[in-house]
């Protein structure tokens, strides 16, 4: 939505990054609307930007009031942890950490304008991608009166190139560069690359795209082994020591990135309907995934994980087309809570050259019994059942394989 003929907002609230595009909206914002009053809003997230002079850098681009919300744990707790139990992981590789991110960021941007007083709301998505659409959907949830403001599919900037020119002739400053131009997204949870060399699939990433994480033929030659605690899905725990969410997920990416662990090269189905590439790194991620997987593989029944494995890509595409706020995934999560309660123990996790393997887990709850499962001599398995188990199993099979020999049987006797 944007604003009705004839109406013109008089007190905007943007999502501010601090970042080439939000900066240039500042000033285009007051060009456009004659002046009116723009609030900045910063949500932390766990960027790796330098936040503490994003304040400043507001109000010097026009802003008249910058607002910085601290919503690390927020983040963590209510949008990562969550899709993390629900095992979603979109197209194969990608473990969601800029589709999380969006609506935490636009929920707290709404609760700044309805605080202000505001009359719209402004983001510094483009019309290509799929963060304007997590962005408005939030606000639709939220605040469906707010009228919504999307620079990149209004004004004449076309590139971002022509935006480095935009912000030079208003002398906003930025980091990015023509010749390092990535599209960059970061948080606690990934650190994202788009545009620039990367655009080119046939290439390979520039190891400058990378900035958590080491090349994997530079990590160490010796592995690294650790150790993750989870009680009823949640990670609680490293190496026996109890940690926050901030604590453990600061800790795993440092590891992880030592290790090259959590780099993916990705071209995935935007929800607009095209393709792009990504590269993503998630170092702490991967390893809370991989380990999580691994103790329900312990802990879960056959049928319970095939249906939430199943259950998961619909929470993936969820999660990815911004629909974070919809009553299915409060319902998916409901079902989450219930497969998550035996899903208690410890995986032990081994870091070698950008891989992270379960080598060892355990749990109070597991499923899997050494007096059954072993080859050696047993008093539990009576082997001889399985003959009548089989014959049950392949009923159906033989009596199909039946009925077709009598079938082929009547077609050669009718061709004779």
């Given at each position: 939505?944007?604003?009705?003929a004839?109406?013109?907002p008089?007190?905007?609230?943007l999502a ?16 456009q609307y004659g ?24 109000l ?7 607002y910085?919300i ?8 209510e ?15 990608y ?12 929920k ?9 007083g505001?009359?719209?709301?402004a ?11 997590r ?8 605040a469906?009166?707010?009228?919504v ?11 971002r190139?022509d935006a480095?020119?935009?912000?030079a ?29 990367l655009?080119d ?26 150790t ?9 725990s ?9 604590e ?6 440092t ?20 393709k ?27 049928a ?16 990815y ?7 299915l ?15 208690t ?7 070698y ?32 059942d ?9 009923l159906?099979?033989?009596v ?17």
């Amino acid at each position: 939505m944007s604003s009705p003929a004839g109406q013109v907002p008089n007190k905007v609230v943007l999502a501010y990054s601090g970042g080439l595009d939000t900066s240039c909206i500042i000033p285009w914002l007051k060009e456009q609307y004659g002046d009116c009053e723009v609030i900045a809003t910063a949500v932390d997230v766990g960027q790796p930007d330098d936040l503490s002079q994003i304040e400043a850098k507001a109000l010097a681009s026009g802003a008249s009031k910058a607002y910085v919300i601290d919503a690390r744990e927020e983040f963590l707790r209510e949008y990562v942890f969550p899709t993390l139990r629900a095992g979603a992981i979109y197209e194969r590789k990608y473990l969601l950490g800029t589709s999380m991110a969006r609506p935490v960021i636009a929920k707290h941007q709404v609760e700044i304008a309805l605080l202000e007083g505001a009359d719209a709301v402004a983001h510094g998505c483009t019309g290509k991608g799929n963060d304007q659409v997590r962005f408005e959907l939030t606000y639709q949830a939220m605040a469906p009166h707010l009228t919504v403001i999307a620079p990149w599919r209004s004004w004449d900037i076309r590139s971002r190139e022509d935006a480095l020119a935009y912000a030079a002739e208003h002398n906003v400053p930025v980091q990015a560069t023509a010749a390092k131009i990535y599209s960059l997204d970061g948080n606690l949870w990934h650190l994202s690359h788009e545009g620039g060399a990367l655009e080119d699939p046939w290439h390979e990433p520039p190891e400058d795209a990378y900035g958590l994480t080491v090349a994997p033929e530079m990590a160490p030659d010796t592995p690294a082994y650790l150790t993750l605690g989870f009680e009823e899905g949640w990670p609680v725990s490293l190496d026996g020591q109890r940690l926050e969410p901030l604590e453990l997920v600061q800790a795993l990416n440092t590891i992880g990135g030592e290790h090259g662990v959590g780099r993916i090269d990705l071209l995935e189905n935007r929800l607009v309907g095209m393709k792009s590439r990504g590269v993503y790194e998630t170092p702490g991620g991967t390893i809370l995934a991989t380990a999580h997987r691994e103790l329900e593989h312990l802990t879960l029944d056959k049928a319970t994980m095939r249906l939430k494995d199943e259950l998961a890509l619909t929470y993936a595409d969820l999660v990815y087309n911004g629909l974070w706020f919809s009553p299915l995934r409060a319902a998916l999560d409901a079902f989450v809570d219930r497969t998550q309660l035996p899903v208690t123990g410890e995986v032990r996790m081994k870091l070698y050259k950008g891989t992270a393997s379960g080598v060892g887990r355990k749990s109070p709850f597991g499923l899997y019994r050494e007096d059954l499962a072993t080859f050696g001599e047993d008093d539990v398995y009576r082997q001889a059942d399985a003959e009548g188990f089989i014959r049950l199993f392949g009923l159906g099979q033989k009596v199909a394989a039946q009925r077709d020999r009598r079938l082929r049987e009547e077609t050669l006797e009718v061709a004779r």
